[in-house]
């Protein structure tokens, strides 16, 4: 396992392979992505009000083979290949009752609905701030049906990635204001975009993202940054710009599972770099140096292919 013990400290643990509860099963893992999430625990110990007090085990975007099954599990038998939702409600509460699981504070969970939060459908035009794997959600607004997508981004190598995923423009930011990138994304589209969805979590984009959404749009902040942030929050208000956030994942695993299964999106060009489970410090590292889009770590030594 890879574990972050505090600011910095990061290792790889041999741990004890638990015995699945009723409703549990017990997964041999084959690949995980390294997320932003986990390089920022292993960099800084917390996000925001999450704070690791104890030695926790990375890696929440995983993928493996059922091995064992609980007694009470009926829809799952061993050799079935599955994705983890990384979340589980302890108890079922307002939240999970309305179907936002998500926010409920009995959640599990092991750590993005963004274009569902948006309204992404037919016609929409959208920005997004930010080319890194998050960002590149402009592959699930093509498939829901947005006209057009603007992606902006300071590397010149994610950018051009981006522009092979199938951005219909992107932007490559070097010292502008937030004002001068908005104008520009206003340039590219021929009109503001509807939509918004800001990436990064940094101060500057979050004001780009507000100044570049037109009026009665809709910004989605899905980058976490700095806890506070100075915005023109009286541009936002006087316009009617619609600020939501974005938290975890709710209700999208069946979604994505239908895209990918039906060969109408293609995710593998996201996957730039693969390492084996024995070198996670060096895939963190490259994560952490921004190389590529998504890093995977292989945790079967007998399988080490995609």
Not at 8 to 25: K, S, T
Not at 244 to 269: D, E, H, Q
């Amino acid at each position: 396992s890879v574990v972050v013990h505090g600011t910095g400290d990061l290792r790889l643990e041999n741990r004890p392979i638990p015995e699945p509860g009723p409703n549990e099963v017990l997964l041999k893992m084959h690949s995980v992505g390294i997320c932003g999430s986990d390089v920022h625990y292993w960099q800084h110990g917390r996000i925001g009000d999450f704070i690791v007090k104890k030695p926790m085990v990375l890696g929440h975007e995983g993928s493996g083979v059922v091995v064992k099954v609980g007694a009470s599990v009926s829809h799952l038998k061993s050799g079935d290949r599955v994705a983890i939702e990384p979340g589980v409600p302890r108890e079922s509460d307002e939240f999970c009752k309305t179907g936002r699981y998500n926010l409920s504070p009995t959640i599990f969970f092991c750590g993005i609905h963004a274009c569902r939060r948006a309204g992404v459908t037919l016609g929409s035009r959208v920005f997004i701030c930010g080319a890194g794997p998050i960002g590149l959600s402009l592959l699930v607004a093509k498939m829901m049906g947005a006209s057009k997508v603007v992606m902006s981004d300071l590397s010149l190598p994610r950018t051009k990635k981006a522009k092979e995923l199938g951005a219909d423009f992107v932007l490559q930011v070097t010292n502008e204001t937030p004002e001068q990138i908005a104008h520009k994304v206003e340039e590219l589209f021929e009109a503001m975009p509807e939509i918004t969805i800001e990436c990064t979590g940094a101060e500057s984009c979050i004001q780009t993202g507000i100044y570049a959404t037109r009026s009665g749009g809709i910004l989605i902040l899905v980058g976490l940054g700095p806890a506070m942030v100075n915005v023109p929050i009286v541009n936002a208000a006087v316009r009617e710009v619609d600020i939501r956030g974005i938290f975890r994942y709710c209700n999208t695993w069946p979604m994505a599972i239908s895209m990918l299964s039906s060969k109408k999106v293609n995710v593998a060009p996201l996957v730039t770099h693969r390492f084996s489970l024995e070198k996670a410090l060096e895939a963190f590292e490259t994560t952490k140096k921004g190389m590529g889009v998504k890093v995977m770590l292989k945790c079967d030594q007998n399988d080490q292919n995609p």
